[in-house]
């Protein structure tokens, strides 16, 4: 009997942890999928690769109106643009009816929306807003970063198209009043006075956007297309200085963004035989690092298999551009006054692999995009070396074109800001480049916020060193 006493006392606790394991296993799913819910049900929480992702909070400094959307309703009640031969937005020969809201469609000034598309998705209601990434709060103290609302594009581009002659020049310059209004403002605000306007985030994707303040707002956190247009040079030098002065633009502090594409997107599924190796539109002769453009097109225009065309993509252009565009393996990709261009954004968006030639060159998203798995780079001795871009290009099998071109469509909305709304104000795309913009923002604020805490503790009469580790 005691044998069986013994099993039966043996048996009892045996069960006894089963249960308790399998009690303590429940429990654990249950909490892990009420965690899981909660985040997912966060829209300022997004899961990405196994980690919880939070969203930027962005205060919106409360400026005129005048200063972005009544700009709008300036620009449509305008004249022509004086630059173009055909504007189309101001056309000569029938009535201009007022678009209130919508962003001017004349290349010079669409190519530069950025801040159009930003601005639209922090008007949006919070209720329509989960895929933003970007949560706007109401008082400053609860903000990681502040928004300056100023279109200082469109405000740039107006004063340049009225052919006046008074960029340059502050009497007169409307554009200059604004910018100056703009400053005056954020000098007596609070958040400006705690940070310095540090963690202040300015949209001047035109390379003359607030060109009159720029010594103002050099600490700020700067949306820029490329850092070509903050050098003084002369307008024939053909090199750009190998250190950028961090008082100015950095990649530490400051974010490239996409210019917006001017043409439409191809999806893969529509892609068709290409006839011509590489193609290329726009001007042949440009300053600066851009005098390669013209040794380029000595060396490539008698190419059998090469198409070079000078002009812009305005009404007839931009027909030319598509199909130039759809129809070749490659797009060239040269630098012009600046190392970057729209032109990059149209090629991606037209399935042709980009061949960028500019040693210079800042491209948006590096960290979170590889841009050589669906575009070949090319260093500017090489280019310059007589039959050796086409014989390079010729050397891609069509395995490895087609790789490019499938890599490029995973890509495309990374690159495209456009909601479908008529006046910009609307849910974004969750995969598009705002949300793109404001996670590379995001990256930067513990470096924002370090040399905030810095300044601060300061004594009073001396400098803290401004400091830049630029790589």
């Not at 309703?73 to 000569?92: A, C, G, L």
């Not at 581009?157 to 403002?185: A, H, P, W």
């Not at 502090?253 to 893969?268: C, E, F, G, Q, S």
């Not at 027909?319 to 630098?335: D, K, V």
Request: charge should be positive; aromatic fraction near 10%; include cysteine.
């Amino acid at each position: 009997m005691v044998p069986k006493m013994t099993s039966m006392a043996v048996a009892r606790p045996l069960c006894s942890h089963s249960c308790l394991f399998l009690a303590f296993s429940l429990v654990s799913i249950v909490s892990l999928l009420f965690f899981s819910n909660s985040l997912l049900s966060d829209p300022n929480l997004r899961i990405s690769r196994g980690t919880v992702e939070t969203g930027i909070n962005v205060f919106v400094a409360e400026l005129p109106r005048s200063l972005n959307y009544g700009l709008l309703d300036k620009y449509w009640s305008s004249p022509p643009d004086s630059r173009i031969p055909s504007d189309p937005d101001h056309p000569t020969r029938k009535p201009n009816p007022p678009k209130p809201g919508k962003y001017p469609e004349n290349p010079l000034i669409k190519q530069y929306s950025a801040e159009y598309w930003i601005m639209g998705d922090l008007e949006t209601p919070p209720e329509k807003r989960i895929g933003s990434f970007a949560k706007r709060v109401f008082r400053e103290s609860e903000a990681d970063v502040v928004f300056v609302p100023f279109f200082a594009t469109l405000s740039a581009e107006m004063e340049l198209g009225n052919g006046k002659g008074s960029f340059r020049k502050r009497s007169g310059n409307e554009d200059y009043q604004r910018q100056r209004q703009v400053l005056d403002f954020l000098n007596k605000t609070q958040a400006w006075k705690r940070s310095g306007g540090r963690d202040h985030v300015f949209v001047l994707t035109d390379p003359v956007a607030m060109w009159h303040v720029r010594d103002e707002i050099a600490l700020s956190i700067l949306l820029v297309v490329d850092f070509g247009g903050w050098f003084r040079l002369d307008s024939k030098s053909s090199s750009f200085p190998e250190r950028i002065e961090h008082t100015q633009v950095s990649v530490i502090k400051d974010v490239i963004v996409p210019y917006t594409h001017l043409l439409p997107r191809l999806d893969l599924s529509r892609n068709q035989r290409r006839h011509s190796l590489l193609y290329f539109k726009g001007a042949k002769h440009r300053h600066r690092g851009g005098l390669i453009r013209k040794k380029l097109w000595d060396l490539l225009v008698d190419e059998h298999d090469i198409v070079m065309e000078e002009g812009f993509p305005n009404a007839t252009g931009r027909e030319q551009s598509i199909r130039g565009m759809r129809n070749s393996e490659f797009c060239l990709h040269p630098a012009g006054d600046t190392p970057t261009s729209c032109r990059l954004f149209d090629a991606i968006q037209s399935l042709c692999i980009p061949v960028i030639v500019s040693d210079n060159i800042e491209l948006p998203f590096e960290g979170i995009l590889d841009y050589s798995e669906f575009s070949v780079f090319v260093s500017v001795s090489d280019a310059l070396t007589p039959k050796w871009l086409a014989n390079h290009l010729r050397s891609f099998s069509d395995r490895d074109k087609e790789s490019f071109r499938s890599r490029m469509a995973k890509v495309q909305s990374v690159f495209v800001y456009d909601n479908g709304r008529a006046d910009g104000i609307g849910p974004i795309q969750p995969d598009g480049a705002v949300n793109h913009i404001w996670k590379k923002v995001q990256q930067k604020v513990p470096m924002v916020k370090e040399a905030v805490i810095r300044e601060r503790r300061k004594p009073v009469g001396t400098s803290v060193p401004l400091r830049c580790q630029c790589i």
